[in-house]
Structure formats: structure tokens, C-alpha cells
């Protein structure tokens, strides 16, 4: 039975993830239930997948058979499609390898628009473009997690994501070493690559930046299916289209363990490649914040990854006080010291004015507190001091800070 919209019950279990009920709906209807496609063209896995619901997608897979992973709506948008237009990370991880061509996206780059099951065409959201510094210095695209668009409803506010567990988990023996083909066993077991391949599916290419299995398990941080995959043979070096790394990945998704696993494979020098926007690994880790990496690179790189500049002449240290990454700063301003804290990048900005034009008060009291005193004097390419800049942007706060630090240099002895 199906309503009005040609949804049947499976596809309202699907969506909202309750397992169990798909679970009794599948034993009872099979595989002819589980292919029903609804309302343009929706099936159960399209349903699941929309939404996140990463056990209901596999179980649907084990039940239906892998060949739905290439069943298409309406509009030509299979399940791994609209996982990934909505960034549903698990159900990515999930489908990927299973799925050998590349997503359906539109002709700018992103998704196209999408059915609703009511009838309505609901048009998806661009990635947002590039955001700007107070001074025009363009930082990464900035993607936030966009609304978990259900093909039902699409007002359902996305729940956070969960880290994403290892697919491998349990399947490595302890306290024996895996030789390769077994590790290539248990990848394509839990379809950590895609089973079906006629070669390892190590370098099957997936997503707008044809990311590999390595990548993706680095950015999300699933160290044991890392482990497993460089035993297989995967490629630690090898580049996606944006020019990022596996290491690289692992430095943005914060995954530490990963990071060393990959370094230790590829080598230190491997940390020094750059992107296609001339960020390094660091560059990455700074940006986000993840102080334990960023300090880890800083150590294998010392001043050649602390000095890198991005197409921007940013150094990863200035694009952590552009952000307000506190502990990721206090890292690298120990590791590079004084010399790190004047570089000057485009426009002239140094780090104390990335901070104060934007407002992040304890990252600026920290530069003032350890870096040179002459910091505060240094003019950008518009002769413009990072005191002049805090006012600029109405940063009140800062101002006072800055200026009760100038107060505390011109009368020392009244502090």
C-alpha cells in the first residue's frame, strides 16, 4: 500500500531511520518492496540515504542487493548523490565505494535541485562562497552543514553528525600482523572499497574532489580503516583533484592518530605538499583548530612548514589567529617564535592584525604578551595598524586591550 504521494511504509521507516520497523517491513515484502520507487522515483535507500540513516542504508544494501546504490530518481540523483549534497558523511563513507561514477552535480559545481515527494521542486543550496577577511583576505569555502532536507519535509532541521565509527572494527586480529591480501579481504567485506572491482578498488575516485578511500577515511578520522588500507596498498601520497593529500585530509579532520599512521608511511616530507590554493597540511589544521596536529607538523616541518605561505601569503599561524584558534597559535608561536609573529602577508597584514580585526581578544593578548614589542607599530600595505583596524571594524574590546597595552609600554612604572 502506498499513499497519495506513492510513498509506501518502508519509505516513511526509511526516512526517519527506525531500523527495526524497516527491518520487519523488508522481511515481509522482500526485494520488490525494497525497489519501489515512490513519488519521482524515490526508493527506501534514496529515503535513508537523504537523511543519514547510515544502519538503514547498509541494511537495505545486505537485503536488496548492491545494484539499487546505482538506481536514479526523477531528476537523475542516486543515493550517494543526495548523501552528499547534504553531508552525510557516514552514508558517503557507505556508498562510495560502491558507486564507480562520479556524483550527478550541477553545472556550477554543486547539486541540482531535487523532488519533493509533494510535488514541489526544491532547489538545494549552492556551497556557500568563499568568505572574506575584513580586508578582502579570502579564507577556505566555508560549507556549513546545510538543513537535512528530508524529501518529505523539507523544514526537518539536520541533527548533528556523529563521528564516524571504523568500518573495520573488529574484523583486525590482535597481536597478528595482516599481510595484504587480508587486509584487501576485510576492505571489501565491509565495502570500505567496492567489492565488485576488478582491481583492489584502492584508487576508485569519488565526490566533487575525487577522493579516494584513504582520503576519506583520513578526513573522517576512522584510524583502524587507515590502518587497513595503507596494509592494502593504498596510496599515502596521492593527490585529489584540489591537489589534497591523505595527510591532509587527516590534518582538517583533526584525526591525530591517522595523521601519524599516514606520515609514518609516507614519510615527513610527504607533510610539505601543497594544494591547488597553496595550503599545506598545516595550513589545514591551523584553520581549524586542532591544536594536537598543528603542533605535531610543527615539529616534523619546523620552519618550512611554520613559514609556508598559501596563494594569499598566509602562514598557517596567521590563518589560526584569523580564526581564534587560541591553542593552535600558543603552538606555533613557541615553535616559530618571533620571526613567525612579523611575517606579513597579503596587504600587509601580520598575525596580531588578523586577530584584532577580527576580534579574537585572548588570541590577541597572547600575541602581545609573547611576541615583539614592535608588533604593535607594524603598518599593512594601506598604512594601517592592527589598533587602527580593531576600531576600523568595531572590535571594542580589542581597542581597549591594544591600547592598555601601548599604556602599560609608555609608562611602564605605573604598572
Same mark, same amino acid.
Given at each position: 500500500?502506498?499513499?497519495?504521494?506513492?510513498?509506501?511504509?518502508?519509505?516513511?521507516? =526509511?526516512?526517519?531511520?527506525?531500523?527495526?520497523?524497516?527491518?520487519?517491513?523488508?522481511?515481509?515484502?522482500?526485494?520488490?518492496?525494497?525497489?519501489?520507487?515512490?513519488?519521482?522515483?524515490?526508493?527506501?535507500?534514496?529515503?535513508?540515504?537523504?537523511?543519514?540513516?547510515?544502519?538503514?542504508?547498509?541494511?537495505?544494501?545486505?537485503?536488496?542487493?548492491?545494484?539499487?546504490?546505482?538506481?536514479?530518481?526523477?531528476?537523475?540523483?542516486?543515493?550517494?548523490?543526495?548523501?552528499?549534497?547534504?553531508?552525510?558523511?557516514?552514508?558517503?563513507?557507505?556508498?562510495?565505494?560502491?558507486?564507480?561514477?562520479?556524483?550527478?552535480?550541477?553545472?556550477?559545481?554543486?547539486?541540482t535541485d531535487f523532488p519533493s515527494p509533494s510535488g514541489r521542486s526544491v532547489r538545494s543550496?549552492?556551497?556557500?562562497?568563499?568568505?572574506?577577511?575584513?580586508?578582502?583576505?579570502?579564507?577556505?569555502?566555508?560549507?556549513?552543514?546545510?538543513?537535512?532536507?528530508?524529501?518529505?519535509?523539507?523544514?526537518?532541521?539536520?541533527?548533528?553528525?556523529?563521528?564516524?565509527?571504523?568500518?573495520?572494527?573488529?574484523?583486525?586480529?590482535?597481536?597478528?600482523?595482516?599481510?595484504?591480501?587480508?587486509?584487501?579481504?576485510?576492505?571489501?567485506?565491509?565495502?570500505?572499497?567496492?567489492?565488485?572491482?576488478?582491481?583492489?578498488?584502492?584508487?576508485?575516485?569519488?565526490?566533487?574532489?575525487?577522493?579516494?578511500?584513504?582520503?576519506?577515511?583520513?578526513?573522517?578520522?576512522?584510524?583502524?580503516?587507515?590502518?587497513? $588500507?595503507?596494509?592494502?596498498?593504498?596510496?599515502?601520497?596521492?593527490?585529489?583533484?584540489?591537489?589534497?593529500?591523505?595527510?591532509?585530509?587527516?590534518?582538517?579532520?583533526?584525526?591525530?592518530?591517522?595523521?601519524?599512521?599516514?606520515?609514518?608511511?609516507?614519510? =615527513?616530507?610527504?607533510?610539505?605538499?601543497?594544494?591547488?590554493?597553496?595550503?599545506?597540511?598545516?595550513?589545514?589544521?591551523?584553520?581549524?583548530? /586542532?591544536?594536537?596536529?598543528?603542533?605535531?607538523?610543527?615539529?616534523?616541518?619546523?620552519?618550512?612548514?611554520?613559514?609556508?605561505?598559501?596563494?594569499?601569503?598566509?602562514?598557517?599561524?596567521?590563518?589560526?589567529?584569523?580564526?581564534?584558534?587560541?591553542?593552535?597559535?600558543?603552538?606555533?608561536?613557541?615553535?616559530?617564535?618571533?620571526?613567525?609573529?612579523?611575517?606579513?602577508?597579503?596587504?600587509?597584514?601580520?598575525?596580531?592584525?588578523? =586577530?584584532?580585526?577580527?576580534?579574537?581578544?585572548?588570541?590577541?593578548?597572547?600575541?602581545?604578551?609573547?611576541?615583539?614589542?614592535?608588533?604593535? $607599530?607594524?603598518?599593512?600595505?594601506?598604512?594601517?595598524?592592527?589598533?587602527? $583596524?580593531?576600531?576600523?571594524?568595531?572590535?571594542?574590546?580589542?581597542?581597549?586591550? @591594544?591600547?592598555?597595552? @601601548?599604556?602599560?609600554?609608555? /609608562?611602564?612604572?605605573?604598572?
Amino acid at each position: 500500500a502506498v499513499d497519495e504521494a506513492g510513498w509506501s511504509a518502508l519509505h516513511f521507516a =526509511a526516512e526517519k531511520g527506525h531500523s527495526g520497523v524497516v527491518a520487519i517491513l523488508t522481511e515481509a515484502g522482500g526485494e520488490e518492496l525494497i525497489a519501489l520507487q515512490g513519488h519521482a522515483k524515490w526508493n527506501a535507500l534514496h529515503a535513508a540515504a537523504a537523511n543519514g540513516h547510515v544502519d538503514t542504508v547498509q541494511h537495505l544494501i545486505d537485503v536488496g542487493g548492491v545494484d539499487q546504490v546505482s538506481v536514479k530518481t526523477e531528476k537523475g540523483k542516486r543515493p550517494l548523490d543526495l548523501a552528499m549534497e547534504y553531508r552525510k558523511d557516514a552514508v558517503v563513507s557507505r556508498l562510495a565505494p560502491l558507486t564507480s561514477a562520479s556524483p550527478v552535480v550541477g553545472s556550477k559545481g554543486h547539486m541540482t535541485d531535487f523532488p519533493s515527494p509533494s510535488g514541489r521542486s526544491v532547489r538545494s543550496r549552492p556551497t556557500s562562497p568563499e568568505a572574506l577577511s575584513p580586508l578582502g583576505v579570502k579564507s577556505p569555502p566555508r560549507s556549513p552543514r546545510r538543513r537535512a532536507t528530508s524529501p518529505r519535509m523539507h523544514s526537518a532541521m539536520a541533527k548533528a553528525e556523529k563521528p564516524n565509527p571504523s568500518m573495520v572494527a573488529g574484523k583486525i586480529p590482535s597481536g597478528k600482523a595482516l599481510t595484504k591480501k587480508e587486509a584487501l579481504a576485510i576492505a571489501k567485506e565491509v565495502h570500505l572499497i567496492n567489492p565488485s572491482t576488478f582491481d583492489s578498488g584502492l584508487e576508485t575516485r569519488t565526490g566533487k574532489f575525487q577522493q579516494t578511500p584513504l582520503m576519506l577515511a583520513a578526513e573522517q578520522g576512522r584510524d583502524d580503516d587507515v590502518q587497513v $588500507l595503507l596494509i592494502g596498498g593504498a596510496d599515502a601520497k596521492a593527490a585529489a583533484s584540489d591537489g589534497c593529500t591523505p595527510i591532509m585530509f587527516a590534518a582538517k579532520g583533526g584525526c591525530l592518530p591517522a595523521l601519524k599512521r599516514l606520515v609514518d608511511h609516507a614519510g =615527513a616530507d610527504a607533510a610539505k605538499a601543497v594544494s591547488s590554493r597553496g595550503w599545506t597540511a598545516l595550513h589545514y589544521a591551523a584553520f581549524a583548530g /586542532h591544536a594536537d596536529v598543528a603542533g605535531l607538523l610543527s615539529e616534523l616541518g619546523g620552519g618550512a612548514l611554520l613559514m609556508a605561505r598559501d596563494e594569499e601569503g598566509w602562514t598557517p599561524h596567521m590563518r589560526a589567529c584569523e580564526k581564534g584558534m587560541l591553542e593552535a597559535v600558543r603552538i606555533m608561536s613557541q615553535h616559530g617564535g618571533h620571526e613567525l609573529m612579523l611575517v606579513q602577508g597579503r596587504a600587509g597584514w601580520n598575525a596580531l592584525m588578523c =586577530a584584532s580585526a577580527n576580534g579574537h581578544n585572548a588570541v590577541v593578548e597572547h600575541l602581545l604578551e609573547v611576541g615583539p614589542a614592535d608588533q604593535i $607599530l607594524v603598518k599593512s600595505g594601506t598604512g594601517t595598524t592592527a589598533l587602527a $583596524l580593531a576600531e576600523k571594524y568595531k572590535k571594542e574590546e580589542t581597542v581597549a586591550l @591594544i591600547n592598555k597595552h @601601548i599604556n602599560r609600554m609608555v /609608562h611602564p612604572d605605573l604598572h
